[in-house]
């Protein structure tokens, strides 16, 4: 049977597989990004990790699905934006084109591969529709609706974490000023938590923190979440539910606005697993009616690192008839 090759591009490395038709992975590595050089290496480094798995890329190899950061046209594979790799109006699929002789790809954002691996595979895999939020450095998503990506207009869609009058207590790196992703993003949290502590030396969380061994100073979404799940309390889960009001605002609009059944938390932010689902369950009780709290189903990434590649993958064979 053929095989699809799942690619993830990432800041500082790639993360790769094959992929079957199940959606298995069946093998996988990684790769540090040669800045200097960083398609052929990467695309080099692949050829002699499948030549070592022994597959025969010529035969065993349909397809190729690669994701990135950055704004893209997926239609055309083109990106747009991409600055931490410094590309802007980079035509990728051309590029890759011409060094994965022989063998179609399919390009699209990150955000959007890992929401598609989830739902191929992991936490909405059960669902026809899905709203997919990475709490990461920032705010990122996906929208996948009657099993079909949405891409929008010009392939932008699912930057959840922009425009609006979310909060006003730190100005967005995009320009504008009140964006949700400055103070719910998993980095996010703990700087707001720190800005609020610096207004009120005495908080009882800032304490409850201390008496648990976390430096305030370099105080991470990580801490938050060990001290929450060991102590479950109250008064930081009231400071949680303040700071995440943007972000629960905006879920509970997308789930009006969208009537998906499914909505998954991935990225950093969702290290804390069924407690942040309890706690953004909490968050939305009065903003959303019974009928949806009834039917509508919050969980978290399942698929972790290898969401990307796997969703890349299923790009790639999207309404295709697989010969086996």
Excluded at 145 to 155: A, M, P, R, S
Excluded at 248 to 253: D, F, K, P, Y
Aim: charged fraction near 25%; include cysteine.
């Amino acid at each position: 049977m053929k095989k699809v090759l799942g690619i993830d591009l990432g800041g500082t490395s790639a993360k790769f597989g094959v992929i079957n038709q199940y959606g298995e992975i069946e093998q996988k590595g990684e790769v540090k990004n040669d800045m200097k050089n960083l398609l052929p290496n990467l695309v080099n480094q692949v050829m002699a990790s499948l030549k070592e798995w022994g597959y025969d890329y010529k035969t065993d190899i349909e397809r190729i699905g690669f994701d990135s950061p950055g704004f893209i046209d997926h239609k055309n594979g083109i990106i747009k934006i991409a600055g931490n790799l410094n590309w802007f109006d980079f035509n990728l699929k051309a590029e890759l084109e011409k060094l994965f002789i022989s063998k179609p790809v399919y390009v699209l954002n990150d955000a959007n591969a890992a929401a598609l691996g989830e739902f191929w595979t992991g936490a909405a895999s059960k669902y026809n529709s899905e709203i997919f939020y990475i709490l990461g450095t920032g705010v990122g998503g996906a929208i996948v609706l009657d099993g079909k990506l949405v891409t929008g207009e010009h392939g932008f869609a699912g930057e959840f974490g922009h425009g609006g009058h979310m909060q006003e207590v730190f100005s967005c790196n995009c320009g504008i000023k009140e964006c949700l992703e400055p103070t719910t993003s998993a980095v996010g949290v703990a700087r707001a938590m720190k800005k609020i502590f610096d207004q009120n030396p005495e908080h009882p969380v800032k304490k409850l923190l201390e008496a648990n061994s976390v430096n305030i100073e370099r105080l991470e979404m990580k801490d938050i979440a060990t001290v929450y799940k060991k102590t479950k309390d109250p008064q930081l889960k009231e400071l949680l539910l303040e700071i995440y009001k943007p972000l629960l605002t905006h879920m509970s609009l997308m789930i009006y606005a969208l009537d998906t059944k499914a909505v998954v938390l991935g990225g950093g932010g969702s290290k804390m697993g069924q407690d942040l689902v309890d706690i953004v369950w909490e968050g939305l009780d009065n903003i959303i009616v019974d009928m949806y709290k009834k039917d509508v189903v919050i969980s978290v990434a399942e698929l972790g690192n290898d969401a990307g590649i796997v969703g890349a993958a299923y790009y790639a064979i999207n309404d295709w008839e697989w010969t086996i």
